[in-house]
């Protein structure tokens, strides 16, 4: 199967026993937020229409660790020049993306790889339940705010061209037909446009990022 | 139920049928989405495990279809439904996996006869369970042609029985089992359903597992596989036109492992 960040999703009539399962969720996560000081979120169940622009709508597992190791040495390692993983490489093991997590402040890399949660809240510090009670899916509870502004941070090294944090819906295209191409960094930018997109609308119509 | 128990709803199709035409895939889409409009399969994947719209990408979907595995999903991973296509020496096989909502069990039975119908199903099964399940119910829970020359694990909660079943059991045995529902669809195609609820496997265990043993005792115990005893000879049905080696041995059931893991290979 596939990995997908999904944002509504208490949006477009989910049955009732999904909604008390995700209310349940965010009440839990509410909890944790409210005892670190932080707003809660009240994930709305009526949406406007949104949509992603990107075409492919989930990717493999293992692929959010391109996207993760591309983050991890365009920020530590001074004058590098962009290249894709080597072939037989496994991305999630390369010293320079585990320095970057050791320091906990990635929102992109400081996540879990199959499930969890970034919330429309504008919060810097990775969310972790320290309680043990396993209140936040996927134990690490990220802002769509701050992983907007990481994928914005590596938009230049991967050739996207922004307006300010702004992707143009043309530069959209260009970075879907990059995805379909043979370009090197196929991988990375499926990932990226699919992520941005998210984040974009999470943002804008204040939902969460859901990684299902 | 409460909201922190989750159950799963598993629907298993086989048959002989040439399902990997653009037909199938039109009408198996369409039944679906009569039957369940708020978790509509709007997506696909490809090769590569890209998910892509099924409405943008309609050529590329009926592409995957017609291939050797075809997965799609739901939007958010409501639903997850795959396809393999029938061989000269295989089933076909549509399996569709869904978290179980109490409500939704007409849907659930509605779906499974129409598409059993459509698809000329020589087996058809429902299941609903809980996270973790022993055998021989967790095999019935992931279902698919392979299993058929090994011989039926159980009797499932609900099942649509084809032709080769229907002439291995008789129509006199079926008739007199103790389902809790039994509609004949047609000559070819009966529905037969263990209990009234969808959901007793995982609230009435004992008396579930009671009734599904009446009901193999009266089938013939020899049509189902018996987990005591692995390498015991189980009757399995004539399929005509396929060209099913016989299998080499028993096998035993599967081993354990949680359903929470086997759902990710559906």
């Given at each position: 199967m596939s990995l997908s960040p999904e944002v509504g999703i208490l949006s477009n009539n989910p049955d009732s026993d999904d909604i008390e399962y995700w209310r349940v969720a965010f009440g839990k996560m509410n909890e944790v937020l409210s005892e670190l000081g932080l707003p809660n979120h009240i994930e709305s169940e009526t949406l406007p229409d949104f949509k992603s622009r990107s075409q492919i709508l989930g990717f493999p597992y293992g692929a959010i660790h391109h996207l993760r190791r591309f983050y991890a040495y365009a920020k530590n390692v001074p004058g590098w020049t962009p290249t894709p993983v080597p072939p037989f490489d496994e991305p999630w093991m390369d010293p320079v993306v585990e320095d970057e997590a050791s320091m906990l402040e990635s929102h992109l890399i400081c996540h879990s790889d199959t499930e969890g949660f970034y919330l429309p809240i504008d919060f810097k510090k990775i969310v972790i339940?320290?309680?043990?009670?396993?209140?936040i899916p996927g134990e690490l509870l990220g802002s769509s705010h701050q992983l907007h502004r990481e994928l914005v941070s590596i938009a230049g090294p991967l050739g996207i061209r922004l307006d300010g944090d702004q992707l143009s819906d043309a530069e959209a295209d260009q970075v879907n037909s990059r995805c379909d191409r043979n370009d090197p960094f196929a991988t990375e930018l499926m990932v990226w446009l699919c992520l941005f997109e998210a984040c974009r609308i999470s943002v804008e119509l204040r939902t969460a990022v859901v990684l299902c | 139920m409460n909201s922190d128990m989750k159950a799963y709803t598993f629907l298993s199709f086989m048959t002989r049928a040439p399902i990997e035409s653009r037909d199938f895939a039109d009408k198996h889409l369409s039944i679906w989405g009569k039957y369940f409009p708020a978790i509509p399969a709007t997506r696909f994947l490809d090769a590569n495990e890209k998910q892509f719209l099924v409405s943008e990408f309609r050529e590329q979907f009926y592409d995957e279809w017609a291939g050797v595995c075809t997965t799609w999903v739901g939007e958010k991973k409501r639903m997850y439904g795959s396809k393999d296509p029938a061989c000269k020496s295989l089933h076909g096989t549509v399996r569709i996996y869904t978290k179980a909502n109490g409500s939704s069990q007409t849907q659930y039975t509605a779906f499974m006869k129409e598409w059993a119908a459509v698809s000329v199903v020589d087996l058809a099964t429902l299941v609903v369970f809980n996270e973790e399940v022993p055998e021989p119910e967790r095999t019935l829970g992931a279902f698919y042609a392979v299993e058929l020359p090994y011989g039926l694990p159980a009797v499932p909660w609900a099942a649509c029985f084809g032709k080769p079943y229907i002439e291995m059991f008789s129509r006199e045995k079926l008739d007199a089992a103790p389902f809790a529902v039994r509609e004949w669809l047609s000559d070819d195609l009966v529905y037969c359903q263990l209990t009234e609820n969808c959901f007793d496997y995982v609230n009435n265990h004992s008396s579930y597992l009671e009734r599904q043993e009446a009901v193999m005792q009266i089938l013939g115990r020899d049509c189902f596989r018996d987990a005591a005893h692995p390498s015991k000879r189980v009757r399995v049905p004539v399929f005509p036109g396929l060209d099913i080696p016989a299998p080499t041995a028993a096998i035993p059931f599967p081993p354990a492992i949680a359903l929470s893991d086997s759902k990710r290979e559906i």
């Open positions: 339940d320290k309680s043990g009670r396993n209140r | -």
